[in-house]
Each structure stands twice: as C-alpha cells, then as structure tokens.
C-alpha cells in the first residue's frame, strides 16, 4: 500500500517539474479528440493577454526548490524501496505528465508520447496505416465518432457512437482510450478484431477489420441533378482549403443555381483551415470568437478572396460534426448565409494548442480558449441546431436514401429560408 502511494505522490509532482522545461512551438489547433480529433499547430495566434505564455508573477514568487522537496523525497523512496527494480523513469515520467493533465479535468487536455503523437496527427497530414475512423479518446472507452467515406471501418460497419471495449479479444475496458487506439492502429495487410458496444444493441458484437493505407481526399464535388453543386469535407487538414479552391473552380464553370456544403461526420482539424474555408462562402466580416480563461475575446474576419460568397448555400450536420466543422457551420447560420439542414452537431467548442516537450518526449495538447460563433453562441456541450432538422434512419441508409441531401436540394430549388422546423 504505501509503494503504491509513493508511486501516485510521483505520478502527480513529477510532471509540475517536467514542464518547467516544456519548448514551445507555436500555432493553435481546433480539433476534437480524434486523434481525431487531435490537430497540430497551424498558425500563430498567441495575444499579450494569453493564458499561454510568460508565467505569471504569483507563478514565479513560488519557491520550487521547496515545493518539490517531498517529490525528491517520494523519488528516491521508490527508487530505493519499490519491489521491482530497477525501475523505469521513462514511464515514470509519461505517467507522470499524463496524469498531471488528467486532473485539469479537461477531455481535450492531454498528453501523447512520440508514437501516439505522430498516429495520431498522421490523418491531417493525408495517409496513415489504420480502419480508418475518427475517434473521441476523451471518455471511458475509444469511441467513433465516424467512419470514414470507403474506408475499411465503414465497410464493417461501424457507426458513430460505437465504443470498442476489446481489440483482438482481449478486454480493454480499463485501459487508457488512447492506448486503445495505439492496439486499433497497425501495419497495412494486418486484421484487428473489435469488440463493440452499440446503444440499442443488446450484447456486445464483434468484428474483424483489415487494416489498409488510408490516404485521405478530404474535398470531394460533383454536379447534381437541376445543376446543383456538391461539396463534400471530410475533415480539415493541411491541404484542405486548397483543394476546395480548386474544386469551387471547377464547379463554378457550370454556374450553378446553388451549392450544397456536406460537413457530416466532418471531426474538424486546424482552425486556419476552418478559417479559410468559411471565408470561401463569407466575404467579410467576423466568422468566429475566440475566448480566453481571462474574458479576453478575440475576432476572426473572413479573408477577402472568397469564390462562392453569393451563391445560394446549404449546408449539412449531424451528430458527427465537430470542432472545426463547427466553426464553418456555425459562421455561415449566423449571419444569415445559408441554412443548417440535418441533425444537432457534436459540440466541440474549445482550441487547443500542441507543445512539444524538449528531448523528445512527447507533446501535450493544452486547451487554452473556447471559440464562439459570430453571435458569441457557446457550442462546446451543446452543438448546432439545424434550421431544418431531418432525421437519417437505418432503414434510410439500407434503401441508399439520404433525406437530408433532398431536403437541401429541396431548399435550393424553393430559394425559400423557412423557420426552423422539424421533420
């Protein structure tokens, strides 16, 4: 009992000396807890007021020779007395950073080593080896968020809400999610089998998945029927905002009478790519707020140079859209762009920003604002909800029919902004 005492005393003072020697990148991300959620730096945007940054004086009056003595006490017991030597510092100390984070209480603060980081940011960066889904790490259990278009998850089967509870039978319900996730991921060519607890299913099933390449197109356009345009974003990555542009180019050619913007099971990723998306269809004017733990506000305006900013716009959610996804939707319902259609998104509201810890270490993702809409609407717990909500059943997608997109289509045709309504 009292080794493993010592062992939680270290776990928790341990970390406070490590990230005196944190070094800082710099960039904020808006990403939600996929790993997926996770997101990398993307631009700077620290202000003089920052909760992120020079510490402040109450900080630098502590006396930290003083405050860490017991831990250096706690150090030298363990390494002394701890039943299993030697022991191993590394570990130590990952547990240590993790579980100092762990306590803010904050899903989206968190610590990943070299590995998990680099997994984990591999999708915004375009290919990783893997099913293929996003997911939330930030509760109990690794959970999807959502399946990737084509993607051997999908294939499977696997469904929002989703929660993996064994890999390879083997239980993994007390395990870290982030860990989980490590198990889920893999080589190419590799099966993974998982155990899954679906709400509305009786017992836990299982399935067994092919791990491939995933190299991910995130902007996908076609031209429908009656010549309207769509645009599909599966999530915001490096080269996103790009691609968009190029599409919009293309699509514009056949000039459209209006364009439906598809965000479902859209996790986000870096808040510049929220921003220049949203100024492709906002001309001006402010498209988000961000809010700092001091009160602080910040605005983001649209960029000039946007090529769809007076076509008429629909735009579609669900329970899979999050973060970033969120910023865009959320900008172009409040100022009176186009209208929401589909159901009450995630709400994911919060930015974080990634640091990489020196030595090569790891990096922590920290949560230093909350970001709002232009109407200074709080998401983060609550979501968006659609102009026009329509439901998207099982027995929907077994007859391959999608209710939301006609509805829009419908929309565009009417050229008509009803009051929000249900269906």
Known sequence: MMNSKIIRTILVLLVLGLLMGISFSI???AGISLPSTVSLPSFPLL????????????????????????????????????????????????GAIRGMLEALGDPYTGYLTVD??????????????????????SGKYLTIISPMEGSPAEKAGLKAGDQVIAVDGEDVTSLDPQLV??????????????????EGEENPFEVSIVRQKITLETVSAKMLDNNIA????????????????????????????GIVLDLRNNPGGFLNSAINITSQFIGDGIVM???YGNGEKVPYQAR??????????????????????????????????????????????????????????????????????????QINGQGLTPDVVVELTEEDQKANRDPQLEKAIELLLNQQAPSRTSK
């Open 27 to 29: 960039g904020l991300a």
């Open 47 to 94: 202000s003089n007021n920052s909760p992120v940054g020079t510490p402040s004086a109450t900080q630098q009056a502590i006396d930290r020779e003083a405050l860490f003595s017991p831990f250096w006490q706690a150090w030298d017991l363990v390494h002394e007395n701890y039943v299993d030597q030697p022991v191993d510092d590394q570990l130590l100390m990952q």
């Open 116 to 137: 998990e980081y680099q997994q984990a940011n591999a999708p915004l960066r375009g290919e990783y080896d893997g099913i293929g889904a996003w997911v939330d790490t």
């Open 181 to 198: 996730l490590r198990r889920v991921l893999g080589p190419a060519g590799t099966t993974v089998r998982l155990t899954i607890l679906r």
């Open 230 to 257: 769509y645009i599909k974003i599966t999530q915001f990555g490096e080269r996103t905002d790009r691609d968009l542009r190029t599409k919009l180019r293309e699509l514009l050619k056949n000039n459209p009478r």
């Open 289 to 291: 707020v961000e809010q």
């Open 304 to 377: 000039p140079g946007g090529l769809a900013t007076n076509i008429p716009l629909v735009v579609l959610v669900n329970e899979g859209s999050a973060s970033a996804s969120e910023i865009t939707a959320g900008a172009i319902q409040d100022r009176g762009r186009g209208l929401l259609v589909g159901t009450k998104t995630f709400g994911k509201g919060t930015v974080q920003t990634w640091r990489q810890l020196k030595d090569n270490a790891g990096a922590v993702k920290i949560t230093i604002a909350r970001w709002l809409t232009p109407n200074e609407r």
